[in-house]
Protein backbone atom coordinates (compact mmCIF):
# COMPACT_ATOMS: atom_id res chain seq x y z
CA UNK A 1 0.00 0.00 0.00
CA UNK A 2 1.21 3.37 -0.70
CA UNK A 3 1.66 6.19 1.76
CA UNK A 4 2.00 9.73 0.75
CA UNK A 5 3.17 12.83 3.01
CA UNK A 6 3.15 16.23 2.13
CA UNK A 7 5.48 18.72 3.95
CA UNK A 8 6.71 22.17 3.17
CA UNK A 9 3.31 23.88 3.82
CA UNK A 10 2.81 27.04 5.87
CA UNK A 11 1.95 30.86 6.48
CA UNK A 12 2.99 32.86 3.45
CA UNK A 13 2.58 36.89 2.26
CA UNK A 14 1.48 37.40 -1.39
CA UNK A 15 3.71 37.41 -3.89
CA UNK A 16 5.88 34.78 -1.66
CA UNK A 17 6.77 31.81 -2.42
CA UNK A 18 6.73 27.71 -0.85
CA UNK A 19 8.17 24.61 -2.29
CA UNK A 20 5.72 21.23 -0.79
CA UNK A 21 7.31 18.13 -1.12
CA UNK A 22 5.39 14.95 -1.42
CA UNK A 23 7.30 11.59 -0.36
CA UNK A 24 5.54 8.33 -1.55
CA UNK A 25 6.33 5.19 -0.20
CA UNK A 26 7.01 1.43 -1.76
CA UNK A 27 8.55 1.13 -5.40
CA UNK A 28 5.36 2.36 -7.63
CA UNK A 29 6.78 6.26 -7.44
CA UNK A 30 8.66 5.71 -10.73
CA UNK A 31 5.74 4.39 -12.81
CA UNK A 32 3.20 6.22 -11.65
CA UNK A 33 1.51 9.59 -12.80
CA UNK A 34 1.64 12.50 -9.74
CA UNK A 35 -0.62 14.93 -9.21
CA UNK A 36 -1.78 18.09 -6.73
CA UNK A 37 -4.76 18.67 -5.89
CA UNK A 38 -5.86 21.85 -3.13
CA UNK A 39 -9.13 22.47 -1.36
CA UNK A 40 -10.11 25.77 0.07
CA UNK A 41 -12.32 25.89 3.01
CA UNK A 42 -16.25 25.65 1.59
CA UNK A 43 -15.27 24.74 -2.17
CA UNK A 44 -14.71 21.16 -3.82
CA UNK A 45 -11.15 19.81 -4.73
CA UNK A 46 -9.83 21.26 -7.75
CA UNK A 47 -6.74 20.08 -9.44
CA UNK A 48 -3.66 22.04 -9.99
CA UNK A 49 -0.81 20.12 -11.32
CA UNK A 50 0.19 16.43 -12.68
CA UNK A 51 2.89 15.12 -13.88
CA UNK A 52 3.73 11.99 -16.24
CA UNK A 53 5.78 8.98 -14.71
CA UNK A 54 8.94 10.19 -16.26
CA UNK A 55 8.38 13.98 -15.61
CA UNK A 56 8.85 14.67 -19.32
CA UNK A 57 4.74 15.74 -19.42
CA UNK A 58 2.93 18.56 -17.22
CA UNK A 59 -0.22 19.96 -16.90
CA UNK A 60 -1.23 22.72 -15.23
CA UNK A 61 -4.53 24.51 -14.09
CA UNK A 62 -4.94 27.92 -15.35
CA UNK A 63 -4.95 29.74 -12.28
CA UNK A 64 -1.69 28.54 -11.47
CA UNK A 65 0.05 28.23 -15.15
CA UNK A 66 3.37 30.40 -15.17
CA UNK A 67 3.45 30.36 -10.87
CA UNK A 68 3.86 26.85 -9.99
CA UNK A 69 6.08 24.07 -11.19
CA UNK A 70 5.52 20.26 -10.33
CA UNK A 71 8.51 18.48 -10.61
CA UNK A 72 9.43 14.65 -9.76
CA UNK A 73 12.99 13.09 -8.31
CA UNK A 74 12.00 9.65 -8.78
CA UNK A 75 15.18 8.79 -7.39
CA UNK A 76 13.78 10.09 -4.31
CA UNK A 77 10.30 8.87 -4.59
CA UNK A 78 9.82 12.65 -4.34
CA UNK A 79 7.29 14.96 -6.14
CA UNK A 80 7.32 18.47 -5.99
CA UNK A 81 5.59 21.93 -6.27
CA UNK A 82 7.12 25.13 -6.29
CA UNK A 83 4.92 27.81 -5.78
CA UNK A 84 5.62 31.49 -6.50
CA UNK A 85 4.01 34.81 -6.75
CA UNK A 86 1.07 33.36 -4.74
CA UNK A 87 -2.05 34.71 -4.03
CA UNK A 88 -4.57 35.07 -1.32
CA UNK A 89 -6.70 33.03 -4.02
CA UNK A 90 -4.13 30.13 -3.34
CA UNK A 91 -4.63 29.54 0.33
CA UNK A 92 -6.15 25.71 0.81
CA UNK A 93 -5.20 22.58 1.66
CA UNK A 94 -2.77 20.79 -0.57
CA UNK A 95 -2.85 17.16 -1.41
CA UNK A 96 -0.48 15.02 -3.63
CA UNK A 97 -1.70 11.86 -4.98
CA UNK A 98 -0.24 9.14 -7.24
CA UNK A 99 -1.68 7.84 -10.11
CA UNK A 100 -0.57 3.92 -10.93
CA UNK A 101 -1.34 4.83 -14.35
CA UNK A 102 1.19 6.33 -15.20
CA UNK A 103 0.07 10.07 -16.50
CA UNK A 104 -0.53 13.24 -14.59
CA UNK A 105 -4.28 13.59 -15.24
CA UNK A 106 -6.62 16.63 -14.01
CA UNK A 107 -8.96 13.99 -12.89
CA UNK A 108 -9.17 12.76 -9.74
CA UNK A 109 -11.05 9.54 -10.65
CA UNK A 110 -7.46 8.70 -12.04
CA UNK A 111 -5.51 8.65 -8.71
CA UNK A 112 -4.99 5.62 -6.64
CA UNK A 113 -3.55 6.97 -3.33
CA UNK A 114 -4.07 10.45 -1.52
CA UNK A 115 -1.99 12.21 1.28
CA UNK A 116 -2.93 13.84 3.93
CA UNK A 117 -2.23 17.20 3.01
CA UNK A 118 -0.80 20.21 4.04
CA UNK A 119 -2.34 23.78 4.46
CA UNK A 120 -0.53 26.62 2.48
CA UNK A 121 -1.99 29.99 3.86
CA UNK A 122 -1.45 33.41 1.86
CA UNK A 123 -2.14 36.45 3.66
CA UNK A 124 -2.80 39.57 1.72
Known amino acids: QVQLVESGGGLVQAGGSL ?7 GRTFGSSGMGWFRQAPGKEREFVAGISWGGSSTIYADSVKGRFTISRDNAKNTAYLQMNSLKPEDTAVYYCAQNTNGFGSTSQKWYDYWGQGTQVTVSS
Open 19 to 25: RLSCAAS
